[in-house]
């Protein structure tokens, strides 16, 4: 979904209210799409803003270390993207809390058929071991893969 489909979309669900709140939760002070490159990245490392002026970071900078997840339960291959044959990756941009909670999850690279929604529902499910800047948990930026492969696929079951 392109961010003006999505913006349409959250308009028709969510009232201007939820809306302001879902968009004051966090904001990016860099691209972050050149977390890959950690050159591109601010000396300290700080990369955006939770709520209440809590500080991110990315850990490619050196300055965190890097969350590491140790509950990860993972999303089911949904029936309707099983019959049309979808497979491939699911990208999220997760921003794991100084309790090792996820506490904003944003698809970057999408699926069709519901597998979005399905990685969505299982990575807010996931537990950290938060990333530790100067001896403290501190929320930490992390990309969370998700692969969909046919070859070892079995459809969810309704009510399991």
């Known amino acids: 979904m392109r961010r003006a489909e999505l913006k349409q979309f959250m308009s028709q669900v969510f009232s201007e209210d ?9 904001r990016a002070d860099v691209d972050l799409n050149s977390l ?12 955006g803003t939770l709520a209440n002026g809590r500080a991110v970071y990315a850990w490619q900078s050196g300055v965190v ?19 049309k044959r979808i497979s491939g990756v699911v990208q999220v941009r997760v921003i794991v809390n100084e309790k090792g909670f996820p506490e904003v999850l944003e698809v970057i690279q999408h699926l069709p058929e519901g597998l979005d929604a399905g ?3 299982a990575v807010s499910q996931w ?18 893969e998700i692969n969909f492969h046919l070859e070892n696929a079995r459809p969810s079951r309704p009510g399991k």
């Not at 890959?36 to 990369?47: F, Q």
């Not at 270390?65 to 019959?83: E, M, R, S, W």
């Open 119 to 121: 990685v969505l529902a």
């Open 36 to 47: 890959a490159h950690s050159t591109s990245l601010p000396a300290d490392g700080r990369v």
């Open 18 to 26: 939820i809306q302001e709140k879902i968009a004051g939760a966090w």
């Open 65 to 83: 270390t890097q969350p590491k997840a140790f509950y990860k339960p993972g999303p089911t291959y949904v029936a309707n993207a099983l019959l």
């Open 127 to 144: 537990r950290f071991k938060p990333g530790i800047r100067e001896g403290l948990p501190t929320p930490t930026v992390v990309i969370v």
